[in-house]
């Protein structure tokens, strides 16, 4: 044990002579910025502090809505008045009753320690959606004869006329299948995929659009393509298709209200026409679009359009209990990427080359006679050979197939489709390809970016970008496995390993928020959660898959972990009940022993084998029931600590009691007197470690053991997916920084860099996708884009650099680096709901600095891995006699403690390089 200083300071009150003027910025609403059409009744509002001085924190606030921007008496529905309170996020409005189809403006006023008053700041705004079943006039349309798998996109239309001046215009849309909606000729909005995808018969997202500026007096369209997508086209494995229906459809209302208050409404109903003789031939998640643009129906979307030939269409009877307004930030064309290279294979394949395993679409570009055909596949690696490598995508084609329609320069890109690849094989591509001719759209749900991370060693970097991209191309919409497969499904397990590290690199609030309401929506009548969601694996009357520990998990995980990261009770309030039925779940199958039997199906998934069967080195085999026992113990320690957030006192006492009695028959069953784990597997000791589930007694002699195999295999893990989440956390935990170091450099196989070093820009499903001679592992189940492994960036930001909560939200952050003299520098920065955190340290002509940002409305615990607090120097000078006087001394593992109070600003300590192991 080291021994660390407690250090309790306050920054000057000089330095708040310098403070400028005191502002409020980045207003949201339900962690959304103006979010158009949500369906909350009493929406969360969170602002940010910005001052130069130091110490500030928010004493009060002041909150008021309207209807009018210009805030003019009558339009005023709420007015907090001065709050005294420091709350600055997620406070929830308490005015008069919302109104459907309404924008409401808001702007905050605070006050501070220093006895400053910021202005009002600037005016934000949300809009409500349709708040019940009653406010949708329209009915579902469908065109009767389309039912068939693969058949041709269905368009939709319908013409009408505007007479008046036109003041605002919304449409309200969702469809059965994807939908593209046009309004005169042009796309409305810039989202793609929708609806998105949800457990759709009990939970349908429409999406809202501000379409004023889109309609004209006179003749006007409105019209929709449809396409497969999760609703009806293919889902996971065999003949899996329409798990939700047959027949595609569309709801929309369309409320237009004029410059003299009148207003109409127009509605999808029996009047509407559809045809499915179009260009897109063929969609398909998996397998591709196939679109021949001599069909293409060229003016269909505008007014005045010859559809005598079209059908009329059929009104379909579906409730309308299930619609919510689409909660997840939408999916998006997020940036475009040009190849880096054009190359012939050995055997001759024509391949572009985009640099990066990506997910989303390649637009085309192409001049060439009518009739023509180029065929685009697509595919994430090459072989040993160079060749165009294919067979680990398993049945999914992957494939756009494009006609030219001979008109000159033709630009084509797929609307209802999506891939995994960094390769593109062209085929039939009349003339010259050149870099010019394909882009690569990259697609995903638009989070905003809140993390970043760069070290001293450029692999490093790199395996940081690899996860980045991972969570890119597997979060659109759903957090699934892989994107490139014929299976891009939402498996619980790598969400659960992966939430903490995906809410450190973007803004997952409100996509975790959606997904986590799924999870509660598919989960069965006895609390099993299924290992997908949304579930497509099973019918819920009689479910086929057993659930398993680590993936069913997530149900009480994941809304944990987005409370400490957010500050959100909301999580835990909507959740609670799905999170206890999963552990009443366990407790029913696992009964008195407390063991829960058969309760892993999936293991360490895809943990170390040795290369060769007669290899002398011990895999990293954990038995079942044994992971099983431990997340039964971890989610009933957090269902604890749920219930004490949210006062439910005997629940509390329900669940603690039901972890010590884990406990106490874990350490029966598993641990011997001598501290040694399970199976004696890396991942044992870390699942105990990490859950607590070993006496106080006996953790160092657990840990010891834990280090001495990762040395005994030259520093290198043996983990899957569970155990290679908490590996790193539990080695700094228990003073082996130094050992986590080791693994997370090294780079050979099975490491986090071996697959850097082997050329990958993405985080891998194997440890050993590719193998050191090139060849690959199994194709049956190869991923190269996998997120769940890049569960160790979260190690990289709380830990290497130091960034960490003390108080869910990070209201009180804890900034503890640890310095290694394997790296010269390490640094990251936080978007957290307050603010900006940053903290980063590098060693120097003998010294270490640590620079840190802290946010306004926060304060920060630093500790400083030093004995004396005289060796530690605070922004170029020594501490003074005061401070160092200050200092107590307790009897932990860690460094120095300091307290301080802050603003806005950077503070530099530096401490001895000596001291960094």
């Not at 805030?71 to 907090?80: D, L, N």
């Not at 260009?279 to 010859?306: C, F, H, Q, S």
């Not at 006492?653 to 069953?669: A, C, G, N, R, W």
Request: hydrophobic fraction near 35%.
């Amino acid at each position: 044990m080291k021994r660390f200083f407690a250090l309790l300071f306050l920054v000057p009150l000089a330095l708040a002579a310098f403070s400028k003027d005191l502002s409020v910025y980045d207003l949201t609403c339900e962690h959304k910025t103006n979010p158009l059409g949500i369906d909350k009744m009493q929406p969360a509002l969170s602002w940010k502090l910005r001052s130069p001085a130091t110490g500030v924190m928010q004493t009060a606030y002041s909150v008021r809505v309207a209807t009018d921007p210009h805030f003019s008496g009558s339009s005023v529905i709420w007015s907090t008045g001065k709050i005294d309170s420091g709350e600055s996020i997620l406070v929830r409005f308490g005015g008069q009753a919302l109104k459907p189809g309404q924008r409401y403006f808001w702007q905050v006023k605070v006050w501070d320690n220093k006895g400053k008053v910021s202005d009002w700041s600037e005016t934000a705004w949300w809009e409500t959606g349709l708040l019940s079943p009653s406010d949708w006039k329209a009915s579902w349309i469908e065109l009767g004869s389309d039912t068939n798998r693969y058949s041709p996109a269905t368009h939709l239309r319908k013409d009408f006329s505007i007479d008046k001046t036109v003041a605002e215009a919304r449409v309200y849309v969702t469809s059965h299948g994807y939908y593209e909606l046009h309004i005169n000729g042009k796309k409305v909005g810039d989202q793609v995929l929708t609806p998105g995808w949800t457990s759709y018969l009990k939970r349908l997202q429409y999406q809202v659009y501000d379409v004023t500026p889109m309609l004209s007096k006179g003749a006007n369209a409105i019209g929709a393509i449809l396409g497969d997508g999760w609703y009806r086209g293919t889902l996971a494995w065999g003949d899996n298709w329409a798990i939700y229906g047959k027949r595609l459809g569309l709801l929309l209302q369309l409320r237009i209200r004029y410059a003299d208050s009148s207003e109409t409404l127009l509605v999808s109903d029996g009047s509407w026409k559809g045809t499915n003789d179009g260009a897109i031939r063929m969609d398909d998640i998996y397998n591709g679009e196939t679109y021949d643009a001599t069909r293409k129906l060229t003016g269909w979307d505008l007014g005045g359009y010859n559809d005598s030939g079209w059908k009329s269409v059929s009104t379909g009877n579906y409730p309308l209990t299930n619609l919510i307004a689409a909660e997840g930030p939408a999916v998006r064309k997020i940036q475009e990427i040009k190849p880096v290279r054009i190359f012939r294979t050995p055997k001759g394949s024509l391949i572009a080359d985009m640099g990066q395993n990506m997910v989303g679409w390649i637009r085309l570009k192409v001049s060439g006679p009518a009739g023509t055909v180029v065929t685009l596949r697509h595919a994430e690696v090459l072989d040993k050979y160079g060749e165009f490598y294919t067979e680990n995508l398993r049945s999914a084609k992957t494939t756009l197939t494009y006609t030219l329609a001979g008109k000159g320069e033709e630009i084509y890109e797929p609307r209802f489709t999506f891939m995994g690849f960094r390769f593109v094989e062209v085929k039939g591509f009349p003339g010259t390809l050149a870099p010019e001719n394909l882009t690569g759209v990259v697609v995903h749900s638009d989070m905003r970016v809140t993390g970043s991370y760069e070290c001293s060693e450029p692999l490093l970097n790199q395996l940081q970008h690899n996860i980045q991209w991972g969570q890119k191309g597997n979060f659109v919409d759903v957090p699934t496995d892989c994107p490139q497969r014929d299976e891009r499904l939402g498996w619980t397990g790598d969400a659960q390993a992966f939430c903490r590290t995906a809410a450190f690199n973007f803004d997952v609030a409100s996509f975790f928020s959606k997904w986590l309401k799924d999870v509660a929506a598919d989960q069965r009548p006895d609390g099993a959660v299924p290992v997908v969601i949304p579930d497509v694996l099973d019918k819920q009357a009689s479910p086929t898959t057993t659930p398993s520990a680590g993936w069913g998990d997530v149900a009480v995980i994941a809304p944990w972990t987005m409370y400490l990261v957010y500050g959100d009770r909301s999580f835990l309030e909507t959740q609670y009940p799905s999170m206890k039925a999963w552990v009443e779940y366990i407790r029913k199958k696992a009964g008195d022993s407390y063991i829960w039997k058969g309760g892993s199906i999936y293991g360490d998934w895809l943990f170390y084998h040795p290369p060769v069967n007669n290899h002398p080195e011990p895999d990293g085999f954990t038995e079942h029931d044994f992971i099983a026992t431990t997340f039964y113990a971890y989610s009933a320690k957090l269902l604890e600590n749920a219930a004490n957030v949210l006062g439910k006192t005997e629940d509390e006492k329900t669940y603690h009691d039901l972890f010590e009695k884990i406990k106490q028959v874990f350490i029966h069953e598993y641990v011997t007197p001598a501290g040694r784990v399970g199976t004696n597997s890396q991942t044992s000791y870390v699942l105990a470690l990490q859950f607590d589930l070993l006496l106080d007694n006996l953790r160092d002699k657990a840990a010891k053991f834990l280090v001495d195999d990762i040395r005994s295999r030259g520093n290198h893990l043996s983990t899957g997916f569970l155990g290679t989440v908490f590996l790193c956390n539990v080695l700094t935990r228990e003073g082996y920084s130094n050992v986590a170091y080791d693994l997370l450099l090294q780079q050979t196989y099975p490491s986090w860099l071996y697959p850097v070093k082997m050329g990958a820009t993405t985080i891998w499903e194997r440890w050993d996708g590719q193998k050191t001679d090139s060849t690959f592992q199994d194709p049956g189940m190869n991923s190269f884009n996998h997120y769940a492994y890049g569960a160790i960036g979260d190690w990289m930001y709380r830990t290497s650099a130091g960034i960490e909560e003390k108080e869910p939200g990070f209201r009180h952050i804890l900034i503890q680096p640890h310095p290694s003299k394997r790296l010269q520098y390490s640094k990251a920065s936080f978007e957290s709901p307050y603010g900006t955190i940053s903290s980063g340290w590098e060693r120097k002509d003998g010294r270490v600095k640590v620079n840190i940002t802290i946010p306004a409305n926060t304060r920060a615990t630093v500790m400083l891995p030093v004995d004396d607090p005289s060796k530690i120097n605070l922004n170029g000078a020594p501490i003074t006699p005061e401070l160092k006087n200050s200092a107590r001394t307790e009897a932990q593992k860690g460094g120095v403690y300091i307290s301080l109070e802050t603003g806005s600003g950077e503070y530099v300590f530096d401490i001895p390089d000596n001291q960094v192991n």
